[in-house]
């Protein structure tokens, strides 16, 4: 049962903090331990918005190779 929980923690703790080490939670903008900001790559926005360009710029990449394909 604690084992379980660990788990589900360990997954959701990503990233640490750069001033204490503390595992942050994942999206949370400040340390829960010693209540610094975050680095972007933890905010909810980015975390959003990375993957979504990144399968933009796939589909992209993708397109042109289909184009260059016809051509
Ligand atoms: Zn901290």
């Known amino acids: ?17 750069r001033y204490c080490g503390h ?16 680095r972007i790559y933890n905010h909810k926005w980015f975390l959003i918005l990375v993957p979504l360009l990144a399968s933009m710029l796939a589909a992209i990449a993708f397109s042109y190779y289909l184009t260059s394909l016809i051509a």
Not at 2 to 13: G, I, L, S, V
């Open 1 to 17: 049962m604690t084992q379980a929980y660990y788990h589900e923690e360990k997954a959701k703790r990503i990233f640490t903090c």
């Open 23 to 38: 595992r942050m939670r994942l999206g949370a903008e400040t340390c829960g331990e010693c209540y610094q900001p975050a």
